[in-house]
Structure formats: C-alpha cells, structure tokens
C-alpha cells in the first residue's frame, strides 16, 4: 500500500480525475455518512460536496489529507491533525481513516491506521488520538483491535454530536534481534 499526501493544483482544487475517485470512495461508504450526517443525502454523494468537505477540512492548522493506494486503485482515504485545536492536547489526530466499501475486510484499514501510526512515529511524537461517533459500534471494535484505549467521551466540534474519545501510544517498534530475518 502506497500512502500519499492529496496533490492540489496550483489554484488549490483537486485535480478531476482524483475528484472522480474520492467521489465514488465517500458514496461507496454510505451507511457510514446515513450515520455521521456529513452529507445531505448518502445516497446521492456529489464531486462537488466531496472537494467542498476536503477544502474545509485542509483549512484546520497542520491538516493532512492522505490518499493509499494498492495496485494502483484508490483503497483509502485519511485526515489527520498535527494537533487538535485544544491546546492542551499534545496528540496529533486521525479525523478521518475511510476504505472503499469494496475494499473492506482485506486487511486495508489496519495497513492504512498502521501506515499513519508510523508516520507520526517518524516525526517523534508518542501517541495518537481519534473519537468514534457513539452511533458506530463497528468503528469502535475496528479501533479497540488495533490497541486504541478509551480515555473518554465528549461531543465532535462540528455537529455536536456524542463521541467516544481513543488514545494510543507510539511505542517504537523494537528493532530486530541480529541473525533474525523480518522478511
């Protein structure tokens, strides 16, 4: 799986292909937006919601729009913060992690939170935070089986809506031992 930062044009827009992509990787996630409420209708998800929801999203300071592909096909999409905007929060965020409904149950999810695990690991910081609508059980065991703990419960900033909050550390991965082969 490849792990890419989103490429803008030079005005600031996606270019069409990839917007035609992303488009068809949020409307295949349709239970999750009937449960999150991002768009209008889930049924009917548009290009132009699609780059209006990225636009708003990459305006939050330190915001990072990474897309993962495997063999060649777009798989995933992920939104993560440097820092949220409390600032006594220390974590950097994952505000969103989505994988093609198509794509689902292929190990992709995990790969794609791993991927991003060690990217903030190489920029030395030491856990990482994220909330689970209360509404999405199956978000939460996803995120529960990959070592993410509970420290507590509030409401998203953007619709005010009741959340579970998720910590995990970064704990560097121990090198392997000599003669040992990781292959």
Known sequence: MILDPLPLTSDHDLPAPLLTELTALYASNRDFHALSGDFPDPDDVRPEQVAAALAEELR???????????AGQLVGVVITLARHPDPSDPDPWIGLLMVDAGAQRQGHGGRLASLVEDRFRAADRTAVRLAVLDNNPAALAFWTALGYETIGYGRDRELDRPCTVLRKPLTTPPAPSPGTDET
Do not use: M, T, W
Not at 60 to 70: D, I, M, T, Y
């Open 60 to 70: 939050a300071p330190g915001a990072e729009v990474l897309l993962a592909r495997s």
